[in-house]
């Protein structure tokens, strides 16, 4: 079942440079939520933050000076203070950016390594099922390396393994970046089919008009600040916002 999120008051420094600046914000549970901005704006640093990755770097010393505070809530439950694999085992899973196959493994070992969580092989098998009926090329290229699969392939792939994790919502970063048009659209296509299956969605993109028109509601994020929100009706008739920060 879907699970709903709250953010409050999110912030993410690296020493001086204050990255993400009090953002609040809402996916409603089954909800698709898009977040749109220019390149730069702190967009998958929220991702991150939101799975875990960024108090991981914190805790790990990683990375120097390292801030981070507000409330992350998911379903009933605080998550903000959980190790990433917690995060990830309740259901609230990110399809990070730039895709990144496991290159000399094969697609199925790929998707096999997004259910590392999952004790359950029956459960493993049904969503490997779920997947390829989701994404027929992902079961034709099952032997196939991953390094070898076409860039909207690969994007399959990584949405992929993230639905073998068995997402309540789906964190998706930037899975347009560097396709062509005509491979985006059965993507999309795709993703859209996600939201039916009962999972929420919340998708970061720079292609502004397409992920809005997908979503129920959407963010603006400018200089890792929310400089706008709202239906996604209403935040693409705005000019200011069309013309400041989504560049239409
Ligand atoms: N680990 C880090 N250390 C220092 N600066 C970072 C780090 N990660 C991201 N940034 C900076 O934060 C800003 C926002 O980055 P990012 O969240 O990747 O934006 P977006 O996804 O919207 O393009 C960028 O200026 C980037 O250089
Ligand atoms: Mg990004």
Known sequence: MAEGLRVQGLSVSYGPALIVHEVDLEVGAGATVSVVGPNGAGKTTVLRALSGLVLWEKSSSRQAGVQLVGEVWFGQERVDHLPAHQIASRGLILCPERRRPFREMTVEENLQAGAYLVRSRKVAQ???????????????????????????????????????????????????????????????????????????????????????????????????????????????????????????
Request: glycine share 12%; proline share 5%; net charge positive.
């Open 126 to 248: 049904q969503r490997m099922a779920e997947v390829c009926r989701l994404f027929p090329v992902l079961r034709e290229r099952g032997r196939q390396r991953a390094g070898t699969l076409s860039g909207g392939e690969q994007q399959m792939l990584a949405i992929g393994r993230a639905l073998m994790g068995g997402p309540k919502l789906l964190m998706i970063d930037e899975p347009s970046t560097g396709l062509a048009p005509l491979v985006k659209q059965p993507l999309f296509a795709r993703i859209r089919e996600i939201k039916t299956l009962g999972i929420g969605i919340l998708l970061v993109e720079q292609d502004a008009e397409l992920a809005l028109s997908m979503a129920d509601s959407g963010y603006v994020l400018s200089q890792g600040r929310v400089v706008a929100q709202g239906s996604p009706a209403e935040l693409l008739a705005d000019e200011v916002v069309r013309r400041s920060y989504l560049g239409l």
